[in-house]
Structure formats: C-alpha cells, structure tokens
C-alpha cells in the first residue's frame, strides 16, 4: 500500500498537506526528522501513517493523558489499533494492552516520558523484546530549556538514541525559534535529521488585540453572538479561572475551569465534558490544551496577556483545526505587561531571563502594532510573508490622522511636573483626575491634575505609547518602569513643533476564508446523528467526525455510498461503521425539501468560497449601496454618503456581482478582466494583498475583488 492509498483508505483524504508526504517518505526510508507544522496541520498524521506502512510497532511519546486516550479513541475508530499505557488504567487492563503487544495486535503505543526511563520501570527492556519500527516524540520542544513550555520528565528521552540506535526517530512541535530546535537535535541526539518547517500561516484564523477597559464586559460583547460556539478562555491565575467561570455561569454560558491546582479527577471531567461539547467554554491557565485535538473550536481568548509568542501562537492554533473561520482575540493592558516581566527573570541564571524577558518584549511589541499581526507573526518564526493579510485587525483597520499636539503637551507637561519618577498608569490617573488614596496630596495641586478627563484610560494608554514610539517619550527598562522626557519633548512643550496621533476605523474582513453555502437544518440533522454515535461509541462528537466533514455533506448533498466516500473525511473503515446513518439522515432531509445531490459540484476550486448571497437574503444595507450606485455615485461617493469605508462598498456591490444582479463590467473595464483573472487563477483568491502586488498599481483592490466574485458565480 502507498501512502497516498493508505491516507484515502484510513482517514479519507485524496491529499497530502503542508509536507506531509515528504516527511513520510523520509520516515520509510528510517531517517530522523524533525518537524515544525503549525497546530491543526497534521503532525499527527506524520507518523500515524507510517505506523500503519511499517512492520512492527510505532512508540508515541505524549505528555498528556488526555491527549492519549482521544488520539488512540479516534485510531480505533479509523481502523488503525492503537493502545496507550498510563497511570490511569489498573493491572488488568495494562496486562491485556501487554499481551496485545506480544502478539502483534497493536500498531502504535502511547506512553508518557516518565514512565519510560524512571528507576523502577522495566518498561524499556519489554520495548527492546518488540519490533519497534519508529519512535515518534510529539510536543518536542518541551525538551528544551529554551521553549516556551520546559517540562523536566522530557529530559529522560536523551537516551532513546541510546536504548534504540538503529530506529528513526521524529521529533514533532507546533512550535519552537531556531534555538530551540537546535537544542531539540541536540538532547535527543538525532542523526543528521531532515528538518521540515511547514508555514505557520493559519488562514482560517482572524487575530485582534484590544485595549483592556471593562474587560469582563467586552468579553460579554464578543460571547453574545457566540454563545452556540465552543471557546477557551486562557487567564494568567488559576484564581483568575475559576472567578472568571463563575461569573461567565453567572450570566447563562456554561462554562468551566481549569488549571493545574485542581484535583485530577475535576480537571479530567471538565475537559470530557469540554470535548464533548457538553461545556461550551473552558476558562484555563495554560496548564490546557496542549495537544487537544477538538477540531471545532470556534475562539480562542487570551483574558491576560501571554509570556511570549510562541505559547501565544500554539494556544491561538487551538481554535479552527477543521479549517472553518475562527478567531483569537486578545486583551492587552500595559500592567499585564508589567507583572509578567517580574515572571519571567530567573534567579541565578541571567542567559535565560534575558532570552525569557526579550520574548516578553517581543510578546507587548506584538499587542501595540500598527502594522500587519499576521506578518509580525511570521518573521517571528522566520517566514517571509506580505505586509497586509486582509484578516486581522490592523489590516481590517484605516488608521487617521489627526492633530494631537494638545494632548501630546498635556501627558509631558504631566511627565515633567511629576519629576519624571513615576510609571505610565499614575501619570494617567493623575491627567485624568483620579481621586484614588494612590494619587499623593500634593500632586493633586499640580496644575496638570485632571486636565486630561476627557479622555479615557485606554485612549492616554495609546496615545501614550504613540509618544514612546515617536521618541517624545521614553520608558526605563528596569523593575519599575517610568516614563522620562526625551531631548525632542521641549519642542513640544514650547509650541515649536505639532505631534499627529491616529485614531482607527474598522474595515470589512475581505480576506478570511468563509462558510460555504450549505443546508443550516441538515447540518443540524447530522450533528445530531453524530452525537448518538458519538454516546454510543463513548467517544467525543468530533471523533466520529468533524464539523468541516458534516459541513461538506450539507452542502454537496451526497445521496449514495460511492457519493459519500467523496467527502473529505469519510475512509473506508468510517463508510462502513457510520456511513449508512449519515446517508439516511441526508436522504430524508433532501426528500423533504426536493432537494438533488450537488456532488458533481465538488471539486479543488481555488477561489474561495463564500457564503451564499440570493437576492431575498441581502440585506437592507448592502442593497442601499447598489441603489445609490444605479443612481449614478461613484463609489466614493456612496462611501461618504453613507459614512462608510469604500472597502465596505465594494463589498457589498461584489455581493451582486456574485449572484448576477450586477454585470462586472461595471465595476471592472474589460480590458482589465483577463489580468486579474489569470492572476487569480495561477494564485488563489486566499489573499488580496498578493494578487495587488502582482498586478501592480494600474489595478484596484475593489476589481480585484469584483472579479473574485464574478468567477465564483461562473463556477
């Protein structure tokens, strides 16, 4: 069996991703490899695959119990005999796994690292009676001193090389810098491996950072519309976890807590409950989710701000591991900051608190951009990518500018009269007036207290740092950070020069993947038919399938066996033991409806798809902006009219465009149309900024997105 046969027969899936096949390749022919693949890339399948190709058995270090048990429940469930061995099981149990061994009935085994080499374990020379064919280390970078989540038990796996010289091995990670990988090869003296570094893009993944004001209440706000969905919630505290859960249950979510100070027992049936979808939201410390593989994670929310990027990149890539639109959003405050630096020195070793505090600062630098997060993300981890992804909020954002020389000589008039002793939040309780005990007497008198009352406490905090960016303010780097006057301030403070400060206006995400058109009350149908299989199975919902796998059936409407297997998703073991049950559901739902199958329609298309615009279901607004353009306004003209973005006119005139009411041609000359098609084409329509960049300033981004959505009506 090849491995592209192996991958339809077991998991359903004609395609290989990212570098999966390569690293599967390299495994065959027993190399070492190291692997770096975003979360929700397919690490798993790296190794898995060639545990079913080799002879013999396939060794699986994982740190977590949890993450054992769903990943050798869902093997099962593909046809692939997994086991694992861990302190949850009793005698008999682990002797029946031992015995299945022997006889050659298992083909991967997962074990934790402390379990392996301890004293007092005989477990390695059983190992060296099998026929192991591969060793595969999931979560490597908790080996290094140098990565974001040390664990000291991966220590012990240095003598792997030792015990089993002649088995490749793959050390496999989501995330680690190039320190870190090299102290990866190094302790677990891999041999001339084959690195493997896939993108670290997650398209799917919409990423917005704001300002802390009413935490608890923007946090309400972006729930409200969500409240169907699954999320985590990572804080800072476990204090903070379970407060924070509390009063989410206080205001209807179903939510629970996590962290590592609670009894075992709690933190395995909170997270069941979690994966099987019974708890909505999970409120964790980062003691959560490594190695989770719930695949329909709408959200990902970080309450505090997070140690480095690293950490923060992994938890985000928790959310839309089935490739469906998700989000990350985050709350960022100057004092989070503040309190993590003390966090991140470590006593008597100044190498590591320097790397730990400059990771810090690369975390807040983050936070405070005004540029592409997206990009910032990817040079982080060495990736070359274009300056504008169309997704997150900096590029969902008009940044304006405005005359800000009267604020700016308020905050360093404030500075100076304070004696440039003191940090960011005093000065801006001071400026506006704060009648905290914190406030010294005598600086109330200051004719600088309260004259900035008008303005809120996270608009000083950025026009703040705008001033610390533009060096008309400085900040210590020390243990307590104040804010100093620059040799550019006096100007300032004397009138001879104006400061500009900008202030933003959201745009419309153009660029995110989106839900394709699909039937709403049969993908309800089969989320139920899933669930029951899920319960009888014992099992979490998404094991038996994904939400991206069920969205495929309610959209392409496959009404036979051989129409069913061409679901993403479907292999030949799950056709079997649930394709009937999912075939009923969807043939009852079509015959209601006089509904046909539409899995013709299913191919590679590499123009996004989208949400369906009919002309009954567009909106009041959207139809407003054709009016205004039939009556002959450009648009322009209908953007400020309507006191909106032109990007936000464009797309909705492109919503018409797709569903036939409006000709391109009115928006795009046809001397231009075969362009940007052949551009779209040869590159996708993932990504707008590359396609401009292609076609160059003669092109517009509105006709380029016009011609988006004219191909996609053509398909």
């Not at 399948?45 to 396939?58: D, E, K, N, R, S």
Request: net charge neutral; hydrophobic share 35%.
């Amino acid at each position: 069996m090849t491995p592209s046969e192996a991958l339809h027969k077991y998991y359903g899936y004609t395609k290989f991703r990212h570098q999966q096949e390569a690293i599967i390749q390299n495994i065959l022919q027993g190399k070492d490899c190291l692997v770096l693949m975003p979360t929700g890339g397919g690490k798993s399948l790296c190794y898995q695959l060639p545990a079913v190709l080799l002879p013999g058995i396939t060794i699986v270090i994982s740190p977590l119990i949890a993450l054992m048990k769903d990943q050798v429940d869902a093997l099962n469930l593909t046809g692939i005999p997994a086991a694992y061995l861990n302190s949850s099981q009793n005698s008999g149990e682990q002797q029946e796994i031992i015995s299945n061994l022997k006889s050659g009935r298992i083909k991967l085994l997962y074990l934790a690292p402390e379990r392996l080499f301890s004293s007092e374990s005989r477990l390695v020379t059983f190992l060296k009676s099998l026929p192991v064919s591969l060793i595969a280390i999931d979560e490597a970078h908790c080996i290094s001193h140098w990565g974001h989540d040390f664990r000291p038990e991966y220590l012990m796996l240095s003598h792997f090389k030792t015990e089993f010289p002649q088995i490749p091995v793959i050390a496999l990670t989501a995330t680690a810098d190039k320190l870190t990988r090299q102290d990866i090869k190094d302790k677990l003296a891999l041999d001339h491996p084959a690195e493997f570094v896939s993108s670290f893009n997650r398209p799917n993944i919409s990423y917005k950072v704001v300002a802390k004001k009413d935490s608890f209440g923007q946090l309400l706000n972006f729930l409200n519309t969500r409240k169907e969905e699954s999320g985590i919630i990572y804080c800072l505290s476990r204090a903070s976890t379970e407060q924070l859960s509390t009063d989410l249950r206080a205001q209807g979510y179903n939510a629970d807590a996590y962290h590592a100070g609670l009894d075992t027992s709690t933190k395995a049936l909170n997270q069941e409950k979690f994966l099987r979808d019974e708890v909505k939201i999970m409120v964790a410390t980062i003691a959560f989710g490594m190695g989770i593989n719930k695949s329909n994670v709408r959200y990902v929310v970080h309450y505090d701000l997070p140690k480095n990027i690293e950490g923060y990149y992994q938890e985000t890539g928790r959310a839309g591991r089935d490739g469906l639109p998700s989000e990350a959003l985050l709350f960022f405050s100057a004092g989070d900051a503040f309190k993590l630096k003390r966090f991140a020195q470590v006593d008597g070793n100044e190498d590591q608190s320097r790397i730990m505090l400059k990771k810090l600062d690369d975390m807040v630098k983050y936070c405070q951009l005004q540029t592409c997060r997206r990009q910032y993300l990817m040079q982080y981890f060495n990736e070359d990518f274009p300056d504008r992804c169309g997704s997150c909020d900096v590029c969902l954002t008009e940044f304006k500018k405005f005359d800000g020389t009267v604020l700016a000589q308020k905050a360093l008039s404030a500075v100076a009269r304070l004696g440039q002793r003191f940090g960011t939040n005093y000065v801006i309780d001071l400026l506006r007036g704060s009648r905290s005990e914190k406030i010294r007497p005598e600086h109330k008198q200051l004719k600088t207290y309260g004259i900035g009352s008008d303005v809120s406490k996270a608009d000083w905090q950025r026009y703040i740092a705008q001033l610390v960016s533009q060096n008309l303010l400085q900040v210590t780097d020390d243990d307590y950070p104040v804010l100093k006057l620059t040799p550019l301030s006096d100007n300032i403070l004397k009138g001879n020069r104006n400061v500009e400060f900008v202030f933003v206006e959201e745009l419309e995400d153009t660029a995110t993947p989106q839900t394709p058109v699909y039937e709403a009350g049969l993908l309800q149908d089969l989320k139920t038919v899933r669930l029951n299989l899920a319960n009888k199975e014992n099992v979490p919902a998404y094991i038996i399938l994904s939400d991206a796998t069920l969205l495929e059936i309610a959209t392409f409407l496959p009404q036979t066996p051989n129409e069913l297997s061409r679901i993403s998703g479907f292999g030949e073991v799950k056709l079997v033991r649930y394709g009937d049950a999912f075939l009923q559901a969807t043939l009852s739902y079509c015959h209601r409806y006089n509904l046909k199958s539409k899995i013709d329609e299913r191919q590679a298309k590499r123009v996004a798809k989208t949400k369906p615009t009919r002309p009954s279901a567009l909106g009041a607004t959207q139809r407003e902006s054709l009016n205004l353009f039939r009556a002959g306004n450009t648009i322009t003209e209908i953007a400020a009219q309507r006191q909106l973005g032109v990007s936000t006119i464009e797309s909705h005139l492109c919503t018409f465009v797709q569903n036939g009411e409006l000709d391109v041609y009115e928006l795009v000359s046809p001397q231009k149309m075969p362009a940007i098609k052949d551009v779209i084409e040869s590159y996708g329509a993932d990504k707008l900024s590359p396609l401009k960049e292609i076609l160059g300033d003669g092109y517009t981004y509105g006709e380029i997105k016009a011609v988006i959505s004219w191909m996609k009506r053509e398909e």
